[in-house]
């Protein structure tokens, strides 16, 4: 078996609303073996992998995935199941998956949902190698393949402290993005509304604040002038000068770098010079500034202090063991490590004891050695600190803080400027006031970790997560700014630069993504085709934009999913062949499927926005959407769109000369047709089109009709607010239209145009891409031969076919036309616009359906360049 594509589809996409991974999967000779041929595989399977037993698939009851596998199934539905049930088992849970054929023989889409990407793509490949290991009769060592899939989904997960907030934010709806794939770098939320953290550290947190936590001496200060117990002490940088200081403030002293975290470098309990100098030397491997300071009498503690809250207080013990009278002490330190909770650094609950010199030390000092026999129940002590993350434990005493305490901590988060601290306290305990006993804060964090929290050894757990989380979104929204996406086969550019129009001219603060330009707030700040999942990432990254207006195109939508999981407007503007044979889409009927994953999307408070005149928006669009929906029509009269407006729906059509919109009762008016000037008074109806649509998402969003009016009046088909499309520009009295028709649908709709602006001769140049079917590209000839008078063919991407064959077959069928039309074919665009030109008199149409837009203009500009007035009926 082969893979042939394997990606992750990142947001609701043509096969399923959620996360899936994609795999076009060749499975070869396996095509004429089901599973029922191969003798005892389905045995096997459940033997390598007992939880695929748990597998519903179609019977919809226990087992009955392997039911299926007795009595017949295909290689890639295995491989559907096994990728399902590999991530089970490195802990991500996942049910739903499918597999379907091709046209192509032994070519299957195989279908399944993941939540870490890495590992959805592992588990696809692993599925794919244990199927076929399967198949042949050859072993699979599954210990090695759960420890290559652990290793994925180690270096890829979020840790403890990160994934808790981010699980508090997907529990109130609110989405997030992970901004970079090394560090826990996440934003929570969209647009202008996002907020953004790395581990615990987030953008509230103060740079100052930040500085004084890491620097001990400087905290010291700051608390003890406030009238907070800390350790008397000095910052060193000699050893010499450590030796004074331990005299002066008396043994036993502790030895920290000035600057460090997670009990790195600190020794506690030093009793004389000897273990001085070890400890002053480990504090210098991580900072060349020491602080020698008293050891306090207590046990540690860490208050975590959130928003100026305390949320959670636990005690931390030291890694260590109980003896049970028989077990050596190293035999004791392994079964500690044993326990599933304990894993290498932060990627579990607790973490593993690791002997080092610190260790080796205090076993010395106990008088012992790694192959002593601990008495029962007596403790040996392997840290001197208790931080989690050098194997240390902890106990949850959150309701156990006096309220002086609790006040004390919530003060110091105050007074140093953090709006997440983690203190260190040393203290007898945490039920009486400070003053009352041996306490004295020993360091604050910045970044604290939460697992001691979370999930401490003894006690209850607590949602820090969500703390942080109602900090950062006080109000309790969603942090979701209105999202308007837009698709169809044609008009998605145009419907898309005026809907952005239409919210800049109300006021928004708009994030624009279309094929062209990124744009936010009318900066251009990408060109290029941004019609795809990407760029709404990018545009929803974006901290000002308060509306995002998002075109869609097919190829996004199969290749990636959607760049979002829900809209707030979804447009659906027609159906109509283009692309057709491409990506598993060959008939209208999946086009239209693919076109409706966007109003598939749309909240179940949202707007569906509808094309009422084409017949499979009308039929798959209004089954498919979730949201309200919004009608637009040429055509009011017929009975579904009665029924639509006297159940109080919406629809916006033209009557009268009038865009008018129609619900219950009330007609309102919103614009003359003639007042659009994307319309060229009605000879344009498929723009008329595109700005009912357009006028409909306005109020989806809340527009007046004031507001939509003014949008629709001013935006002009210039080059500037929509540069290739219906550009109409004269240049020595030769009319030039410029615009992106590339697609028989879009020509047809463009010929009205064409005919009401080029009364004498019309000469056009055009081109395709070479992806599109035989057929489609001699239609597309066909087409524009029966438009103009000459066609000069060019060639700017060939994708895939031998050079000037697709210019050719548009050039053939430009010469099969009923109308005479003298087609030639000029492989470099820049000719052919030059020859075009040259051929074209006063009086004249030029049609521009080019790549080439900004150069061309460039070109008319030196040719006595003006923008055509808008012509009369």
């Known amino acids: 078996m082969h893979i042939l594509e394997h990606r992750a589809l990142r947001g609701p996409n043509y096969y399923s609303r959620y996360l899936t991974i994609f795999m076009r999967l060749d499975i070869g000779d396996l095509e004429d073996r089901p599973s029922d041929q191969v003798p005892g595989i389905a045995e096997r399977l459940q033997k390598l992998l007992p939880g695929i037993y748990e597998h519903r698939c179609s019977v919809g009851e226990r087992g009955g995935f392997l039911q299926r596998v007795h009595r017949g199934t295909y290689a890639g539905h295995m491989v559907e199941h096994v990728a399902i049930e590999l991530q089970n088992i490195i802990g991500f849970s996942v049910g739903y998956g499918k597999a379907v054929d091709t046209n192509d023989r032994g070519i299957y889409v195989v279908l399944y949902r993941y939540r870490d990407e890495a590992c959805g793509l592992a588990a696809g490949r692993e599925a794919v190698q244990i199927v076929d290991s399967l198949y042949r009769g050859q072993d699979v060592d599954m210990v090695a393949v759960v420890d290559r899939l652990k290793e994925v989904r180690d270096a890829n997960m979020l840790g403890p402290s990160t994934a808790s907030i981010v699980k508090a934010a997907l529990a109130r709806d609110i989405p997030y993005y992970r901004l970079s794939e090394e560090t826990s770098y996440i934003q929570l939320g969209q647009g202008v509304l996002q907020q953004r953290f790395q581990t615990t550290v987030t953008w509230k947190t103060g740079i100052i604040g930040h500085t004084i936590a890491d620097d001990k001496d400087w905290t010291k200060q700051i608390l003890r002038d406030a009238g907070i117990p800390v350790p008397q002490g000095w910052v060193c940088y000699t050893y010499d000068e450590a030796v004074e200081v331990a005299a002066t403030v008396g043994y036993p002293v502790v030895t920290k770098p000035l600057s460090g975290n997670h009990g790195r470098g600190i020794t506690t309990n030093i009793c004389n010079e000897a273990e001085l100098r070890q400890g002053f030397e480990a504090a210098l491997h991580h900072h060349e500034s020491v602080v020698v300071e008293t050891s306090i009498k207590g046990e540690d503690h860490r208050l975590l202090v959130i928003d100026g809250k305390l949320v959670a207080a636990a005690r931390r013990r030291p890694a260590h063991v109980q003896g049970d009278g028989r077990s050596t002490l190293k035999e004791l330190i392994d079964k500690e490590n044993a326990d599933p909770r304990r894993g290498v650094g932060h990627e579990n609950l607790l973490t593993q004891i690791h002997i080092d010199e610190q260790t080796e030390r205090l076993v010395e000092q106990a008088g012992l050695r790694f192959d002593s026999v601990i008495p029962k129940d007596e403790i040996v002590w392997l840290k001197t600190t208790a931080n989690i993350s050098t194997g240390g434990t902890a106990t949850d005493l959150t309701d156990d803080v006096h309220p002086e305490v609790k006040y004390a901590a919530e003060r110091m988060g105050r007074l140093i400027g953090l709006d997440i601290i983690g203190i260190d306290l040393l203290a007898e305990t945490l039920t009486k006031p400070l003053e009352q006993q041996s306490a004295g804060v020993v360091e604050v964090n910045a970044g604290p970790g939460f697992r001691m929290h979370l999930s401490p050894t003894h006690g209850q757990g607590r949602p820090v997560g969500e703390a942080v989380v109602d900090m950062l979104f006080p109000d309790g929204g969603d942090g979701r700014i209105p999202i308007t996406a837009i698709t169809g086969t044609n008009g998605k550019t145009t419907t898309t630069r005026l809907t952005a129009h239409m919210l800049r001219q109300a006021g928004r ?230 615009d992106y028709g590339h697609n028989v649908p879009a020509l047809q709709a463009l010929e009205p145009l064409v005919r009401g602006l080029g009364t004498q001769g019309r000469i056009g140049v055009a081109s395709a891409p070479g992806n599109r079917r035989d057929e489609d590209l001699i239609e597309l000839g066909k087409q524009l031969g029966s438009m103009l008078d000459a066609l000069f063919v060019c060639e700017s991407d060939p994708r895939g076919r031998q050079p000037g064959q697709a210019a050719e077959l548009i050039r053939g069928g430009a010469s099969k036309a009923e109308t005479e039309c003298q087609a030639r074919v000029i492989m470099d665009e820049y000719e052919a616009v030059g020859l075009a030109m040259d051929k074209a008199c006063e009086g004249d149409l030029l049609l521009l359906l080019i790549d080439d837009i900004q150069g061309t203009i460039q070109r008319l500009k030196g040719r006595s360049f003006r923008t055509e007035a808008p012509i009369t009926s």
């Open 509 to 738: 603060q708009v994030g624009m993504a279309c094929t062209g330009t990124i744009e936010i707030d009318n900066h251009i700040i990408m060109r290029g085709d941004y019609s795809g999942p990407l760029a709404a990432q990018t545009v929803l990254r974006e901290p000002t934009v308060d509306h995002a207006v998002l075109e869609v195109a097919r190829g996004g939508i199969m290749r990636r999913g959607l760049g979002f999981d829900a809209c707030d407007v979804g447009v659906l503007l027609n159906i109509a062949s283009d692309h057709l044979g491409e990506r598993d889409i060959h008939t209208l009927d999946e086009l239209a499927r693919c076109k409706t994953v966007v109003v598939d999307a749309v909240k179940p408070e949202g707007f569906c926005v509808l094309n009422a005149d084409d017949e499979r928006v009308m039929d798959q669009g209004t089954y498919w959407s979730r949201g309200r929906i919004i009608y637009f029509t040429m055509d009011p009269d017929r009975p579904a769109l009665r029924e639509h407006v006297a159940a109080h729906g919406i629809v916006f059509t033209v009557k009268d000369g009038w865009i008018v919109m129609c619900q219950g009762q009330v007609e309102a008016q919103v614009i003359e047709v003639n007042d659009v000037p994307i319309g060229f008074e009605g000879h344009a109806p498929f723009n008329i089109q595109n700005a009912m649509a357009a006028a409909a998402v306005g109020h989806a969003h809340g527009l007046s009709l004031g507001d939509i009016r003014m949008g629709l009046a001013t935006f002009h088909p210039t080059p500037g607010q929509l540069p290739g499309r219906t550009n109409l520009i004269e240049a020595d009295g030769i009319r030039c239209l410029i």
